[in-house]
């Protein structure tokens, strides 16, 4: 059954109306709610997923083997979900989940942006559940006030070492692309994304920022920023291949041409890596092309200046001569 007949029997079940995330809040704990909204995070954050919609964001939690297709679920999927609201340890969350549905996937994450100076009024209630992204940090503190070197997981961190800007790493968060495991930045500021959660068994108070894997931390603004000179590999007469690596990940973009002030020709690789390469074939023998790379992502472009490579002869090359 598609999604959209499951949501008009549902309908006609006499279901919950679908409610924004804020009003759904609004209800309170012992309700029971249907909202739509955006997913946040995937299982780095294990059996907890938050969601988000234009105005606020909620908790859901769920055991994956009860509630089918709730373990599966990923950021930037689209879902609707039923279930009852409560509250643990100050946090309002949906449990139990009554049932998912996932709409679509590939959502674009939005993130509330705050200064790091104003971090600390940023962890508050109206932003329980949202995506937000602390800007400019400087430096990572333990609460015994020594800096953070590698993280570590269940363990609590001071954002710039201010009190009340707590940053929480779990357990789950593993494997290449985990937090656990990565070195913070020290070299320059950098921002921090995660989701504002809760943890206050006194049932106030007690906001936490929870990273979900290492690209969370960014730096450079999140610009690509290349981070390696374009060098041509698998020369051949008529072409090379071009290879270049940026900071951060973005699309793989290059212009290329016969005079470096009249780049006419333009390749384009929408996908996005902190890896790139991209060939360039149908070249002029023995001839040199310059070749300008950049490239592109949400938070901006990064361009390097064009740099001339040089196709090969097409020529044979000449026996060895014999003594």
């Known amino acids: 059954m598609t999604t959209t007949l499951l949501l008009l ?23 029971t709610v249907t909202v739509r909204a955006v997913v946040l995070n995937g299982a780095e954050l294990g059996n907890i997923r938050y969601v988000q919609d234009a ?4 908790a859901i939690y769920a055991q994956p083997a009860k509630v089918p297709g709730f373990g599966e679920l990923q950021a930037g ?7 009852q609201l409560k509250t643990y340890n100050g946090l309002l969350e949906m449990d139990p989940v009554e049932s ?44 015994a006030a020594t800096p953070a070197g590698v993280l ?3 363990a609590n961190y001071l954002l710039d070492g201010t009190a009340g800007a707590l940053l929480r790493v779990g357990t789950t968060s593993t494997g290449a692309k985990g937090l ?39 730096r450079g603004g999140g610009r690509p920023r290349l981070t390696e000179e374009p060098v041509p590999v698998n020369v051949s007469a008529t072409g ?25 020709q333009t390749r384009v690789d929408a996908a996005e890596t902190t890896e790139h390469s991209l060939t360039l074939d149908n070249l002029i023998p023995g001839t040199t092309y310059y070749v300008e790379v950049s490239s592109r992502n949400a938070a901006g472009t990064e361009t390097a200046a ?12 000449r026996p060895a001569t014999k003594n």
């Open 9 to 31: 029997a549902g309908w006609l079940a006499g279901a919950p109306p679908v409610l924004t995330v804020k009003a759904a809040r609004a209800l309170g704990p012992g309700s």
């Open 55 to 58: 105005e606020a964001g909620l």
């Open 77 to 83: 999927d689209s879902v609707q979900v039923t279930g």
């Open 100 to 143: 998912v549905h996932k709409l679509a996937t590939g959502r674009r994450l939005r993130a509330l942006r705050v200064p790091a100076g104003e971090a600390a009024a940023a962890f508050a209630e109206a932003n329980e559940g949202r995506l937000v992204e602390i800007t400019g940090v400087t430096r990572l503190l333990t609460p």
């Open 152 to 154: 570590r997981g269940n």
């Open 180 to 218: 656990i495991g990565t070195t913070v930045p020290t070299a320059e500021p950098f921002d921090v994304r995660g989701v504002m959660s809760q943890y206050a068994p006194g049932g106030t108070g007690g906001y936490q920022l929870l990273p979900r894997l290492a690209t969370d931390f960014v």
């Open 240 to 264: 090379f291949t071009v290879v270049y690596s940026t900071l951060n990940a973005g699309d793989t973009r290059i212009r290329y041409g016969l005079n470096a002030k009249e780049l006419k």
């Open 306 to 317: 064009p740099v001339p490579f040089v196709t090969g002869s097409g020529k044979r090359p």
